[in-house]
DNA sequence: CCGTTGTGATAGCCATGAGTTATGAACGTC
DNA sequence: GACGTTCATAACTCATGGCTATCACAACGG
């Protein structure tokens, strides 16, 4: 494996023209260059490829044993250049799309169509990940883009445009006592304070930033939470719900997802909205991931 | 077509390692010459190859496309150094045998048998020469060895053996007068005196010395003689001289090629005899060609 | 908690490789 | 016999590929 590529290739040439001068110009170098190199090539493979007779130039038996064999790795490295160029064009049209939870809304719809319509090559991916990454799998790479929970934790790690603000709700078991003071309030809520007291759903402690979030330990002033579970999807919290382990915070949006059978779920007085982003890392300058985030601060124009 | 076999090589040890520092050391080169190279070709096919994660290396999409690619670049070249080890040695044992017109005396298969029984991968391969080639393809290259007729222009550029020694014939149609004196003679022969008036057949000027040999010029003390035709091979001989265009001196060894239908052959007085030899180039160091000589040398011991 | 080990990257050095221009030797052509 | 063509050679430049030494970082182990 011990040959450039290039001295096949002017092998070949020298092959073709029968002249090193015709050759040597055809490749855009210079004659004795060429002649060296052929001799190098010859001096590798303990060979004379070349019968060089003041004249003339034509291929001695060796020579010509090893032109078609030549002219295969030079084809197979273009095939092999040609496979990298497709790769490389794929993962440039490829964009990863991480998200947690479906961000519902018709978000996913209306972004793909503002993104394919500026760059019809680009092919939107969608990926789910696990809640536990706050970040939606930007931190690892494992994504171009993706749906966050503000606040991020690492904030200035990342770029990102809110595209919905809204309410936090409270899961609750249908039999719960809120759930009858909330039915009986003007506006169908519960105070935050109410559920000081209450076992709360935790997501694992790697989540970090975003598990004091979603306890509201910003609404709490220092007093820690009960921690009646630990829960890592939509799937497990509606269990872990119904099955009275504690109740949750969700955003409004998440609500279909937990909200069946014996949940429901009720908006909260008292603390933040919820606000989700659509987010890249920070010093990611590629097109699509741009155009992209682009996308989304014109729907969260509208939308928020 | 502008890469190293080489770095192909250290792309493939790499991917299947998945470590830079083991495969440096499978590859025998230092662990920074590898990172650099493998850099370079990266840099030189604007592509990320590696995913180098301080701990762990692992291929790229666009790496994992290049690597198949690449294996297959590296055994296309496998299969053509083999080509080329293969064409070597055939070449190394390959002996072009010239001759001008079969030697006959059963010279070749004796020469055979002595060259295979020290030497059993030679082929021996036999090529017809044009009678004005003197060398019999030994000047240009195209022969090996080669049975040629002494006296050789250019003496010193030659190695050679004398195979047989042999009386000079004249050929002659059969109702040439000379004819009926040779059967008169006692000896069956005719005077080189009697033949000095005829027209002869002679060798094409190229043919150079053989030429002057085949019209004995030595024996004609400066006189020019009669050019009755010009020949260069045993059929055109058998022609002119039934057509009666002149008469020819012939090799007692290829007399059976000119001789049939109204041409006969008599033995010449006063000429020196003919003497054939196997004849290699000066500086022929070959182990084939030394071979083939020394078995003549040894041939023309008990033949001469 | 800190030192050890193992990994890949970086820096600086040097021999060689691959290119250049200028020139030479052999041969055909006018 | 001067000229043009062709391949080989010489002398030089600069990039390449290799080395050693060292750094930065993560994982382990005491």
């Known amino acids: 494996m011990n040959v450039h590529g290039r001295d096949l290739y002017y092998f070949t040439s020298v092959a073709e023209e029968l002249s090193f001068t015709r050759a040597a110009e055809r490749l855009f170098v210079s004659q004795p260059a060429l002649s060296k190199q052929i001799r190098m090539l010859e001096k590798q493979l303990g060979v004379v490829l070349f019968e060089r007779d003041r004249r003339t130039v034509r291929l001695t038996a060796v020579g010509e044993a090893l032109l078609p064999h030549a002219r295969a790795v030079l084809a197979a490295w273009q095939a092999a250049e040609a496979a990298v160029e497709e790769a490389k064009t794929a993962e440039r049209c490829t964009l ?22 500026r760059h019809p090559e680009a092919q939107p991916v969608l990926r789910q990940v696990n809640w536990v990454d706050a970040s939606a799998g930007l931190a690892d790479g494992s994504s171009d883009v993706a749906f966050v929970w503000l606040p991020l934790p690492d904030d200035d790690r990342y770029q990102y445009a809110v595209v919905a603000r809204e309410p936090r709700l409270v899961a609750l078991p249908d039999g719960h006592p809120l759930a009858a003071r909330a039915a009986s309030d003007p506006e169908g809520k ?39 579970g630990v829960v890592a999807s939509a ?11 504690g109740v949750a915070l969700l955003a409004t949006g998440n609500a279909p997802l937990v909200v069946r059978d014996e949940v429901i779920a009720v908006p909260v007085r008292g603390i933040s909205p919820s606000q989700l982003a659509v987010a890249a890392c920070q010093d990611d300058k590629r097109t699509l991931v741009l155009a992209y985030l682009a996308a989304a601060r014109e729907v969260g124009a509208t939308t928020c």
Chains 1, 2 share one sequence.
Not at 96 to 117: D, E, K, Q, W
Not at 209 to 222: E, I, T
């Open 96 to 117: 990863v799309i991480g998200m947690s939870t479906s961000p519902g809304r018709g978000l996913l719809p209306a972004l793909r169509a503002r993104l394919v319509s």
């Open 235 to 245: 799937e497990e919290t509606h269990e872990a719900v119904a099955s009275g382990q």
């Open 190 to 228: 519960v105070d935050f304070t109410d559920l000081l007291e209450e076992p709360f759903l935790a997501l694992p402690p790697e989540a970090g930033p975003l598990r004091d979030y979603w306890l509201a330990l910003d609404a709490r002033d220092g007093r820690q939470p009960r921690i009646g």
